[in-house]
């Protein structure tokens, strides 16, 4: 596992609130925006570079004591901060964390994910066994949907779950599980053959240790955090694990991924903002040619175009997050949010490593870390030309 890099704890980095002011937020957002970006400041300052599984553990629990996690799930009486996830909180919460931490805001956005379904559709007695506990970081949640030969086709899953009785009975694999080997409980789609394709997915929660479930493969990406292949043979699952019908599997997963897909969005603007904040710090502190490099033209052109590539995709993304906190439909809005945000913060990042020349490279650098955590936010929960499908479609469809 390579080493990871918290961006947090040089004296003097303080995130920008300005975007608070924004019409999108209520006086509670802007609240919730400034005591996190306070706390975040303070709390996690972390540099360690040893075992990524255990700093996980350690985030989930650091996030819950201080109360953040009651917002990526849904019902005050199970711990939520309200009855349903607020998508303005969880992008503010995002984009914070990230700015500060890469993987603060993985194990925050982890337990929303992973316990989404759950927040959403599950059975009062499911949302009382395990959302307490996400909301409070005593328990590691997991979304479980990819496999190796089922990515941006989903609906092409093969692993199975053969009714029997009382249970289901699992076989096969998924992969790219995010806290795979770390998670308490998994979130795990299916196939139960109700119908071909998407109407044939059912949707079910799997403890950790079940016989017959085992972590196959961990796997090592570029930004280190619990990823893993998830193996079932023959794993026996209550049906009281289900959630939602038979078969409605694959919408219960939409539904999930309809919350979370616009925090993706804003966690690539807490990565972008950071990377425009080190980009300022080396342009107005590096000499050259008899004065700083800030002074060339070519680095405020440079500037101007990181400023505005982050502000236009915040604003995509906010307005998203609002119209979707309105009750209403955000199918394309997401999507263009999605998009706009994780294209462009890769190139704010590739801007940012630029300024700092040699030294962008380097491991252990700020702008270094964050060229490595921007790259997947490109791929997963709809890679950009899943999205640019969605957008398309959606506007074909409104003009015909
Ligand atoms: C770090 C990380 C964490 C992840 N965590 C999770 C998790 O917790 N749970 C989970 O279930 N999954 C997770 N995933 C999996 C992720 O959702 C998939 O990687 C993603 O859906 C893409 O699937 P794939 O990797 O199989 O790529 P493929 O489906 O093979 O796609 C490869 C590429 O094809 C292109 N493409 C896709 N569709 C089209 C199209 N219609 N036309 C043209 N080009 C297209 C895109 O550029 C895409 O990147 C994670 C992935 C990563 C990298």
Redesign the pocket.
Known sequence: MGPFVAHGGRAGTEMNLAHLDWPFFEPRHRELGAALADWSARELTSHDEGDVDAQCRALVRQLGDAGWLRHAVAGSAHGGSGEAIDTRSICLLRETLAWHHGLADFAFA?QG?GSGAISLQGTPEQRARYLPKVANGTAIA?????EPN?????AAMGCTARDDGDVYVLDGE?T????GGIADFYVVFVRTGEAPGARGITALIVDAGRPGFEIAERID?VAP?P?ARLRFTACRVPKSQRIGAPGEGFKVAMRTLDVFRTSVAAAALGFGRRALHEGLQRASARPMFGQTLGDFQLTQAKLAQMATTIDAGALLTYRAAWQRDQGRNVTREAAMAKMAATEGAQQVIDAAVQLWGGAGVMRGNVVESLYREIR?LR????????QQ?IIGRDLLKEGR
């Open positions: 982890m994910l997991a979304f479980a949907l990819s089922a990515g941006s086709d989903v998924k790219w599980i995010s806290n990406v955090h990823l997947a791929i997963y929960e709809g890679a950009t030309e899943v499908l």
